[in-house]
Nanobody, 129 residues
Framework: QLQLVESGGGFVHRGESLRLSCAAT????????LAWFRQAPGKEREAVGC????????NYADFVKGRFTVSRNRAKNTVDLEMNSLEPDDTGVYYC??????????????????????WGQGTQITVSS
């Protein structure tokens, strides 16, 4: 069973950056499509971005386009989330979710469709104003 561990969360100020990593224990992430979700206090979990297995393609929620980037680091067996120009509304717990198999991520793919996958335990991001 794949297990995911997120890291890199913390406290930052408005406009600063953070990089999160999602690592897998005992398995390669190459054959998994991955999504990053977040949950703000009192709100539902929502996808912020995702990346396909195989040939990398990505898509993002409109509210993070141009600020967040999802990428694979095959040497470290991680999927990373680079977050720039952070805003207080980005505060929340961030989770990575993995789905095994070939899933093509195109510009109309809704990353929320990956929520039935395997979840990590999450990492907290707090952005102050």
């Amino acid at each position: 069973q794949l297990q995911l561990v997120e890291s890199g969360g913390g406290f930052v100020h408005r406009g600063e950056s953070l990089r999160l990593s999602c690592a897998a224990t005992e398995s390669s992430l190459d054959s998994y499509a991955l999504a990053w979700f977040r949950q703000a206090p009192g709100k539902e979990r929502e996808a912020v971005g995702c990346i396909s297995s195989g040939v990398p393609s990505t898509n993002y929620a409109d509210f993070v386009k141009g600020r967040f980037t999802v990428s694979r680091n095959r040497a470290k067996n991680t999927v990373d989330l680079e977050m720039n120009s952070l805003e207080p509304d980005d505060t929340g717990v961030y989770y990575c979710v993995a789905v095994k198999g070939t899933i093509w991520i195109n510009p109309v793919f809704d990353c929320n469709g990956l929520r039935a996958g395997i979840w990590g335990q999450g990492t907290q991001i707090t952005v102050s104003s």
